[in-house]
DNA sequence: GATGAGAATGTAATCGATTACATTCGGCAA
DNA sequence: TTGCCGAATGTAATCGATTACATTCTCATC
């Protein structure tokens, strides 16, 4: 009465299922799948018809073992829900599976637990390299990534003192541009909306509006740099603050280590009656898809988020490949600011409190 | 000259040199790191020493050849940058991976080339369990998941006809209680913003904004149903084809059958100087995070975005450990509308063209 | 016809773990 | 003393592929 399944094995079938149904040795039909032109068209018909016939696919972890590689890569990624890792990761994805590689996503979601569970996962071999997003070299309580002798890259965030390829944006130079487009538009009071402290990327960005100010001659005021960390509820709460000032004591424009912040902000501002850019100009960074759908749309730094991914990965590969370890070349793509809706010049006060300009305030060019 | 790194064997530790050097056979090592209490104090003690110090870690691909298993999961995906799915995979990751499975992100993105990769993957033993976000069993040309005899659970949209688990939202109850909401509020010319007509959320949203209106006696009009495909630019479009009508003709509320597209549309109408909700109302569905950071914040059906994950990365864990194979069950979480601004009564215009309604206007109530 | 080169295929070692089964050993009862 | 039992450990088979090396065979050449 137990309905047979027709021809399907039980099991998958192996190797040697195969060679016995095609009247060969295993390493004939081995040779078959990898290296067709050495066996001669009559075999290798056989051993074709055999293999479909029996459904056959070769087993990965027998095929690993052998052959001391996985064709995965595993990503470490701070926090996949996360807008602008997404990009990247997209951008990882097409690069990668077109070169045939699998990809295990690590998201760390500041977890160490998590991020340990990786780093051994890495070293028992479970993958070939290893993109880190995430700013760090991860490590676990006993071992540190590095341990694994595996090929690395770090992207985004730029991992100082390292010997390993590295791809990242002009942090600095960019975060300058974004603020020398305010001071251009004629704002001199200028707030940065910064990131946790003790991230990398923070610290180039409050590193470029400090220098913009600098060379403008603008004197930089430690009230107008308020604390976020990258999430949109530190952008709401950096609106409350700025808005707890006494409208005069406020900036008239604001830069954010991210867009996320700045739409939170932005949010905020508009529940209180205010407006952007008229009351406030604002500034972001990275040029995710919502700062273009948001209102006004965001004036931002656009990073190439695939094209990040895409470069990343492609320097693994390389390194997977040719084995041509410790390339330490730090590779840097452009990323440009996007002027929109989010920024226009101060209003004009005359009696302003611009009291922090050293020379005339400039006004609209 | 060369600094020689001091304990560190040059090719990581296998065990039998961790046996080696704890003066023990292969299969004592083994056996303490799998089951410590089957082998004495002393020994245990000289092989865990003796693991330390060679920083041994158990080869994944041998292990997993072994056993036959790989504690892999994958995840396929339709889009990762989609911040719906994102959510979604968090819940999955926080589930999967305290279970200790890491988990392969299949971002299939509409190539069926990839798509036919991971289903050889699959097929190739290189996943203990799949779990679908996409809406169809994926395939190759030649063979299909099912073919890998690997337990399976899908998530979010519901695949009609098959005998593995699946966690869904009831879509038909929720879109129906989203349009309801909008009669409630007095409104009887409701547009839909539909998905692509092949997609099974799309088809249930479609019906349960049907059954509304069919249940309080209004009738649907085809006009008022505007294609879609979840993109917030469908959302621009939609909204531009609205504008494209005379005034009165306009519906004074729609339904979306997601959030992108409900923000892209807002987007749209404010840039034409509409007011959203005093000229049209908008509900979404989804309850992504930037659909209470956008402005109108969105009335919308929020899905338990990570307990969706949780759930279905639960029910196939139960899958793969107790191997019980084929309980066909149908799990449906609460999924409910949230009340924001997005939505209010429609405009009191005495001579309204209200021809579809059957009764007398229903207004505010 | 003998010889050798080269092509096609087969045999068996190998990758590194897990684990069934075998062995050793100590202690206790008869 | 012998024999048996159970605890601790060791030996070797096994998972399923790849591939170095061995073998066989064909054919051209002398």
């Known amino acids: 009465m137990t309905k047979r399944t027709r021809v399907t094995r039980q099991k998958t079938a192996k190797i040697a299922d195969v060679a016995r149904l095609a009247g060969v040795s295993v390493a004939t039909v081995s040779r078959t799948l990898a290296r067709p032109e050495v066996v001669i068209e009559e075999t290798r018909m056989r051993v074709l018809a055999a293999v479909r016939d029996t459904g056959y696919m070769p087993n990965v972890s027998a095929r690993n073992l052998r052959v001391r590689k996985t064709m995965i890569v595993l990503v470490a990624v701070p926090d996949i829900a996360n807008p602008f890792f997404a990009e990247v990761l997209q951008g990882i994805d097409d690069t990668l599976s077109a070169a045939g590689y699998g990809l295990i996503i690590a998201n760390l979601a500041g977890s160490p637990e998590k991020e340990a569970r990786y780093v051994d996962l890495v070293c028992a071999g479970q993958a070939d390299g290893v993109l880190l997003l995430c700013g760090h ?3 676990s309580p006993t071992r540190d990534l590095r341990d694994a002798r595996v090929p ?24 300058r541009e974004a603020v020398e487009h305010l001071i251009e538009l004629g704002h001199t009071r200028i707030a940065y909306l910064s990131g946790p402290k003790s991230n990398i990327l923070e610290q180039q960005r409050l590193e470029g ?3 913009a100010l600098r060379e403008t001659g603008i004197a930089a005021d430690a009230r107008l740099i308020l604390p976020g960390d990258f999430t949109f509820h530190a952008g709401v709460e950096a609106g409350q603050s700025l808005l707890a000032l006494k409208p005069t004591a406020r900036p008239t424009a604001l830069f954010a280590a991210n867009d996320e912040m700045a739409i939170g902000l932005i949010k905020t501002m508009h529940a209180a009656g205010l407006q952007i850019p008229n009351d406030l100009s604002v500034v972001g960074f990275d040029g995710i898809a919502y700062a273009d759908y948001c209102e006004p749309t965001l004036t931002t730094i656009v990073q190439p988020r695939r094209e990040l991914g895409a470069a990343a990965a492609a320097e693994l590969i390389e390194l997977m490949t040719t084995g041509k370890a410790g390339s330490p070349k730090h590779v840097k793509l452009p990323a440009r600011l996007i002027r929109r809706d989010s920024t226009r010049p101060p209003p004009k006060r005359p009696g302003g409190i611009h009291r922090l300009a050293r020379g005339p305030a400039k006004t609209a060019q």
Not at 155 to 165: L, R, S, T, V, Y
Not at 168 to 173: A, C, K, L, R
């Open 137 to 139: 070299v991860m490590r």
């Open 152 to 175: 690395l890259v770090a992207a985004c965030e730029h991992i100082p003192h390292e010997n390993f390829p590295q791809v990242t944006i002009d942090n600095v130079g960019t975060a």
């Open 209 to 211: 509006y400090l220098q």
